[in-house]
């Protein structure tokens, strides 16, 4: 029998206003997507893509998303990613853009994937600061990171993300 | 009221934006012949864009608020095949 292939896709909302980020929910999310595969691949689209999507995690703090869907639609689903243009919520419209990151077949190389990316997204941070104020801030946060190794699942590392 | 060439054509790309999205819509399809008479028409279509274009079709069921239905009488990759609807031949 076959197997049950899901993709999961990484991928950062993109906005100037600093407010949209913490509108950020999951449902909102998932609306602005699935509304967008509509548009672009109409009823047929979003039938094929619904079966099994899913907002899976969310970081509103660095706008990290990590969505789930078929394997069988997956390439629907990236191709109208860049037709995201903005989030609703509560009567608001913030514009913004989806940036995919990474497509993996399990959450876990998409965890990996974001825990590098993070990795270097901190370096370049510190690369692109202003001032000493901002400097101090992102080495502090960076020296403060920890691994934390869970009680429960043993073997499973998360990276404390410091920056917001 | 029945629809005249251009209108038949808003049609056909209205039955794909409906199904297949923007996408669909942008599926380039011509409508080589027309008749208002029969509504009847000879499409062209990338073989690549069958499926979109019949599924399309074959799931649109109105036209200015009034019940329709396509019938898609003959399919063929040559245009002369379709001057003889094989359906039709009787054997003497």
């Known amino acids: ?164 | 009221a029945r629809p005249n060439a251009a209108q038949f054509k808003q049609l056909v790309v209205t039955a794909l934006r409906e199904l297949h999205g923007e996408v669909g819509a942008a599926l380039p399809v011509d409508v080589l012949t027309y008749e208002e008479k029969t509504l009847s028409a000879i499409l062209r279509v990338i073989s690549s864009g069958l499926v979109k274009l019949w599924s399309a079709l074959t799931l649109l069921g109105f036209y200015q608020n009034r019940r329709c239905a396509f019938r898609v009488l003959q399919t063929s990759p040559f245009l002369l095949a379709l001057s003889g609807n094989s359906r039709e031949l009787v054997l003497d």
């Open chain 1, 1 to 164: 029998h076959a197997a049950l292939s899901r993709r999961y896709v990484l991928c950062e909302v993109v906005s100037e206003d600093s407010r949209c980020r913490q509108c950020i929910e999951d449902r909102t999310l998932g609306l602005a997507v699935r509304d967008a595969i509509a548009r672009v691949h109409g009823d047929y689209g979003l039938a094929c893509c619904s079966i099994s999507f899913t907002v899976k995690y969310l970081n509103a703090y660095t706008g990290t998303v990590l969505l789930r869907c078929r394997k069988d639609s997956y390439r629907l689903l990236c191709s109208a990613l860049p037709f995201v243009r903005y989030l609703e919520t509560r009567a608001q419209r913030y514009p913004c853009f989806l940036n995919t990151l990474h497509v993996g077949g399990t959450i876990r190389t998409c965890q990996k994937f974001l825990i590098q990316y993070n990795r270097t997204q901190l370096l370049r941070l510190l690369q692109n600061c202003t001032n000493e104020e901002e400097r101090q801030c992102i080495q502090k946060s960076l020296l403060s990171c920890s691994l934390t190794e869970e009680q429960s699942q043993s073997g499973d590392e998360e990276e404390d993300d410091g920056t917001e």
